[in-house]
């Protein structure tokens, strides 16, 4: 075939250099059978984008006058997109803390681009750490056609709720200036606050029986699930078990709940490792007397008869008193705390504090103290155990209250063998004198150092802190003591230690004349943290009065489930109650 002359272009093209075949172009007059050649044309676009074109070629077939066309569509310099690699980090965000947030930018043109100076933000954005790409960013200055790079912006809300705003990042393309904008709508929350899309707008309330019913004690099982214990109808004790979904869970006793006996309360839950659950509290037996008791549930929440008689360990003797607290040991050991008043034959004995070891099968340990049982007492001075922990190497932290200047808090240490560790504070006891009156310890945790931190009943929100050998760590917050006011008579009932050594507790304080729930943060040195609540902590009314905290755990993602009890209706009666709270 022979070309012929009068090639048409539609678009920006022309033959490159202006004829045929076009510079660098290597076709001739004359293409034989089965041949090829190059033309080569130039594409000289007159603004940035996508734009489309045709080309014609005339040629003579050796027997008549011919073309043949090609249309194709094309994009001039290089054209740069914007998105946010994640959606969901721009959802319930941290008010007044800088939130990094990953914006992926590709290059989508045919030529490489050059970022510019310059870049502008409307609303809480700027680059996360100070500079271009931001902290964590992988741009560079250049960006090569068919390219990828992420930018990291940091979002710093200064206010819970939605808001909106935008990034523009300038560009050069190649021929001219040029910039990318992404219009981003996103929301905020205060840590703190309740995290409304828990149940119902924070909280999830549950009436069991027709009086008063409440939660004393709370734990998470591997599986996210909800393990609760309290009281039920205000005689009996109650084991609970709620789904993720909060909702009760009917794989537990069908129903999601178990009453146990006629007339008691559950104080203590512990998890073993195989899934079993372990609850401690009290029976009323005669009149005020009762017995402490230890049930151990399997995880479909029928007893475990296998544990001691028919799934329960109670104690030989009348109390006054109930266990508080329970841990398993590495070993499968089960050790509780109880405070009691018991009765003998001898008439009654004030103020005895029990530590008492179990077996797994439930039977008492006789290498612990005497036949199992360590007991103290305390004489008619009184005095609680009410929070034990187990530490790493064996030795047991007990919580709670003794005499000294009043009732003060109290925290005691014993060797694995039920002997007082005279290396704690020289006799195993230290106390610590907290306000005017009496007072006592009602939660405590251990920290990674081996410290203590302690909260309880005061007349303030009141956190202390032991060194690991007992004495008040007087570098935390106020020598040794943080001390909280919230307008009224206080008591902090529960306490956690979250992952980045902050420590979060709860319990009731007073807002508008009304009791309610107290959740409170701290720094690990004690000071208050500013970033949780208004000023550090949250005083949330949920029911119409008499709003109680009294448990705490943290899910997985670190939000905060409290666990107590709120009067909804008019009258005395209180319904157990979780709300969450955002970290």
């Given at each position: 075939?022979?070309?012929?002359?009068?090639?048409?272009?539609?678009?920006?093209?022309?033959?490159?250099?202006?004829?045929?075949?076009?510079?660098?172009?290597?076709?001739?007059?004359?293409?034989?059978?089965?041949?090829?050649?190059?033309?080569?044309?130039?594409?000289?676009?007159?603004?940035?984008?996508?734009?489309?074109?045709?080309?014609?070629?005339?040629?003579?077939?050796?027997?008549?006058?011919?073309?043949?066309?090609?249309?194709?569509?094309?994009?001039?310099?290089?054209?740069?997109?914007?998105?946010?690699?994640?959606?969901?980090?721009?959802?319930?965000?941290?008010?007044?803390?800088?939130?990094?947030?990953?914006?992926?930018?590709?290059?989508?043109?045919?030529?490489?681009?050059?970022?510019?100076?310059?870049?502008?933000?409307?609303?809480?954005?700027?680059?996360?750490?100070?500079?271009?790409?931001?902290?964590?960013?992988?741009?560079?200055?250049?960006?090569?056609?068919?390219?990828?790079?992420?930018?990291?912006?940091?979002?710093?809300?200064?206010?819970?709720?939605?808001?909106?705003?935008?990034?523009?990042?300038?560009?050069?393309?190649?021929?001219?200036?040029?910039?990318?904008?992404?219009?981003?709508s996103a929301s905020s929350v205060i840590a703190g606050m309740l995290d409304t899309s828990f149940a119902s707008l924070g909280n999830l309330v549950t009436r069991i029986g027709n009086t008063t019913d409440l939660i004393n004690a709370m734990v998470l099982q591997t599986d996210g699930k909800i393990v609760v214990t309290g009281t039920?109808?205000?005689?009996?004790?109650?084991?609970?078990?709620?789904?993720?979904?909060?909702?009760?869970?009917?794989?537990?006793?069908?129903?999601?709940?178990?009453?146990?006996?006629?007339?008691?309360?559950?104080?203590?839950?512990?998890?073993?490792?195989?899934?079993?659950?372990?609850?401690?509290?009290?029976?009323?037996?005669?009149?005020?007397?009762?017995?402490?008791?230890?049930?151990?549930?399997?995880?479909?929440?029928?007893?475990?008869?296998?544990?001691?008689?028919?799934?329960?360990?109670?104690?030989?003797?009348?109390?006054?008193?109930?266990?508080?607290?329970?841990?398993?040991?590495?070993?499968?050991?089960?050790?509780?705390?109880?405070?009691?008043?018991?009765?003998?034959?001898?008439?009654?004995?004030?103020?005895?504090?029990?530590?008492?070891?179990?077996?797994?099968?439930?039977?008492?340990?006789?290498?612990?103290?005497?036949?199992?049982?360590?007991?103290?007492?305390?004489?008619?001075?009184?005095?609680?155990?009410?929070?034990?922990?187990?530490?790493?190497?064996?030795?047991?932290?007990?919580?709670?209250?003794?005499?000294?200047?009043?009732?003060?808090?109290?925290?005691?240490?014993?060797?694995?063998?039920?002997?007082?560790?005279?290396?704690?504070?020289?006799?195993?006891?230290?106390?610590?004198?907290?306000?005017?009156?009496?007072?006592?310890?009602?939660?405590?945790?251990?920290?990674?150092?081996?410290?203590?931190?302690?909260?309880?009943?005061?007349?303030?929100?009141?956190?202390?802190?032991?060194?690991?050998?007992?004495?008040?760590?007087?570098?935390?917050?106020?020598?040794?003591?943080?001390?909280?006011?919230?307008?009224?008579?206080?008591?902090?009932?529960?306490?956690?230690?979250?992952?980045?050594?902050?420590?979060?507790?709860?319990?009731?304080?007073?807002l508008n004349g009304k009791t309610v729930f107290g959740i409170a943060r701290y720094e690990g040195n004690g000071s208050i943290d500013t970033f949780f609540g208004p000023g550090g902590i949250t005083l949330a009314a949920i029911g119409i009065q008499t709003d109680a905290a009294r448990a705490i755990a943290f899910q997985p993602d670190?939000?905060?489930?409290?666990?107590?009890?709120?009067?909804?209706?008019?009258?005395?009666?209180?319904?157990?109650?979780?709300?969450?709270?955002?970290?």
């Amino acid at each position: 075939l022979q070309f012929s002359d009068g090639a048409t272009f539609t678009g920006p093209f022309a033959y490159y250099g202006g004829s045929f075949p076009g510079a660098g172009g290597t076709c001739e007059r004359v293409l034989p059978r089965g041949g090829q050649c190059t033309l080569v044309l130039g594409m000289s676009p007159t603004e940035v984008g996508t734009y489309s074109g045709s080309v014609t070629v005339p040629y003579y077939d050796g027997y008549a006058a011919r073309s043949t066309s090609l249309d194709f569509s094309a994009s001039s310099g290089g054209v740069l997109t914007i998105a946010v690699a994640n959606s969901s980090e721009l959802e319930n965000r941290y008010a007044f803390l800088e939130n990094p947030v990953a914006f992926t930018v590709s290059n989508v043109g045919h030529r490489r681009i050059q970022f510019s100076g310059g870049t502008t933000f409307m609303g809480p954005f700027a680059y996360y750490g100070g500079s271009f790409p931001g902290t964590g960013g992988t741009c560079d200055q250049v960006l090569t056609k068919g390219s990828q790079c992420t930018l990291v912006l940091g979002m710093s809300p200064t206010e819970a709720g939605a808001f909106s705003g935008s990034v523009t990042v300038p560009y050069h393309d190649g021929y001219h200036a040029q910039s990318v904008s992404l219009e981003v709508s996103a929301s905020s929350v205060i840590a703190g606050m309740l995290d409304t899309s828990f149940a119902s707008l924070g909280n999830l309330v549950t009436r069991i029986g027709n009086t008063t019913d409440l939660i004393n004690a709370m734990v998470l099982q591997t599986d996210g699930k909800i393990v609760v214990t309290g009281t039920h109808s205000n005689i009996r004790m109650i084991v609970a078990r709620y789904t993720t979904d909060a909702e009760l869970d009917t794989s537990f006793r069908t129903t999601g709940s178990a009453a146990l006996g006629t007339s008691g309360t559950g104080y203590a839950l512990a998890l073993q490792t195989d899934g079993d659950i372990l609850v401690g509290g009290l029976e009323v037996m005669l009149g005020t007397l009762t017995r402490y008791s230890v049930f151990r549930f399997k995880g479909t929440g029928e007893l475990d008869t296998s544990f001691a008689t028919g799934g329960v360990r109670r104690s030989s003797v009348l109390f006054t008193g109930g266990t508080y607290s329970i841990a398993v040991q590495t070993d499968g050991f089960i050790v509780t705390a109880s405070s009691s008043d018991p009765f003998t034959s001898l008439g009654e004995i004030d103020g005895s504090l029990v530590l008492l070891r179990l077996d797994s099968t439930g039977a008492f340990d006789t290498s612990f103290a005497s036949d199992g049982h360590h007991a103290v007492n305390t004489g008619t001075d009184g005095g609680t155990y009410r929070s034990l922990i187990v530490q790493p190497d064996g030795k047991l932290l007990v919580g709670g209250s003794a005499m000294g200047t009043n009732l003060d808090f109290a925290v005691f240490r014993w060797e694995n063998d039920g002997s007082a560790d005279t290396s704690f504070f020289t006799t195993g006891r230290s106390l610590a004198s907290v306000g005017t009156g009496n007072a006592g310890v009602l939660a405590m945790k251990r920290q990674p150092d081996g410290g203590i931190v302690v909260a309880g009943q005061d007349q303030n929100f009141t956190l202390v802190r032991y060194e690991s050998d007992g004495r008040v760590d007087t570098e935390f917050a106020t020598s040794g003591f943080a001390t909280t006011t919230t307008f009224g008579i206080n008591r902090l009932a529960a306490l956690d230690l979250q992952t980045d050594g902050k420590l979060v507790a709860a319990g009731t304080g007073r807002l508008n004349g009304k009791t309610v729930f107290g959740i409170a943060r701290y720094e690990g040195n004690g000071s208050i943290d500013t970033f949780f609540g208004p000023g550090g902590i949250t005083l949330a009314a949920i029911g119409i009065q008499t709003d109680a905290a009294r448990a705490i755990a943290f899910q997985p993602d670190g939000k905060i489930l409290v666990g107590g009890s709120v009067r909804i209706n008019g009258t005395t009666d209180t319904d157990m109650i979780i709300a969450r709270f955002w970290r």
